[in-house]
């Protein structure tokens, strides 16, 4: 043993262990910290340290329980939420407490959440201010750049993803969740001439019920699907049989990105600017067998975007 005389053994009959930071009783006897609470409320030591039921003023004093019939103690206080009152573990919830009334209980509960909804109403205001701020500056060739930064930091600040991803390889957007499992409405496009081609691209500065997240530029679109899944908490199939599967929509024009090419390449997909930084996606189900009768050349738009 390296350091043969650190700690002493509890002399409880029962114990007997090695404590390296041992509690000693006035009466000269050596315990471990359970011994010790128990030889303190036993009473059959009388300098023992006396058990406290209000402000522990030092480590020789312990709370007693206070149901009645109980004699634990604890080093540290518990207090009821209604009585205020120590209890031990096993009774912290006991029946005996006396109730609060409704129209106290109502009050306490206003005076902890009318702060909350305050600041909650204080910062919606001000979210709100500047997603209009960034949508005028978009306007303005001149400070453009400058709200598409403001934006993608208002992103980047609560942006969800696997910490592995290193963040020069990380690329940020505003994703908007699935509102149930049922497969949407998608308008099928076969001729390529027939897609209106949208001459400017802008971003969406209104975030609201969206989520922000991370990705990878190395990822394919398949593994960045699964990690936005895992960072959101959506259901992901997409790996299984079954009737709908999962893809990923542009919030602009609902537009599917690369719905047949799972194994296309997310900096691929910026250099096109198929996607942009910053852009407000939307990931939702649609029916498997419409997966299965595109052609190479057809392309899915998602219908009822709100």
Known sequence: MEFPSLGEHCQNSTCNQVDFLPLQCKCGMVFCRVHFTEHCVSGDCELA????????????????????GCRKGNLHEMLCNKCHKHY??????????????????AAKIEQF???????????????DKITENIRKALQSSAKVKTASKIHLMRIKQKALGP???????????????PANYQAKNVKIISDIDNIMQIESVTLDPDLKDTVPVFISTKWSLGRAIDSICDSCNIKNENNKMGDTKLRL?????????????????????????????????????????????LNETAQIFLLDLC
Do not use: W
Request: hydrophobic share 30%.
């Open 49 to 68: 340290p006396k058990p406290r039921d209000i402000n522990l003023q030092s480590d020789d004093q312990i709370y007693r329980c206070s149901e009645s």
């Open 88 to 105: 031990c573990i096993e009774h912290r919830f006991h029946p005996s407490c006396p109730e609060i009334d409704d129209e106290t209980m």
């Open 163 to 177: 910490k592995s991803v290193s963040t020069a390889d990380r690329v940020y957007f505003a994703i908007k969740k």
């Open 113 to 127: 959440e009318a702060p909350r909804r305050q600041f909650q109403e204080a910062n919606k205001h001000l979210q």
């Open 249 to 293: 929509f542009r919030q602009l024009d609902g537009y599917c990105i690369s719905p047949l090419k799972m194994d296309v390449n997310i900096s691929e997909l910026l250099s096109t600017e198929v996607l942009l930084e910053g852009d407000k996606l939307v990931i939702e189900y649609i029916d498997s067998d419409v997966i299965i009768s």
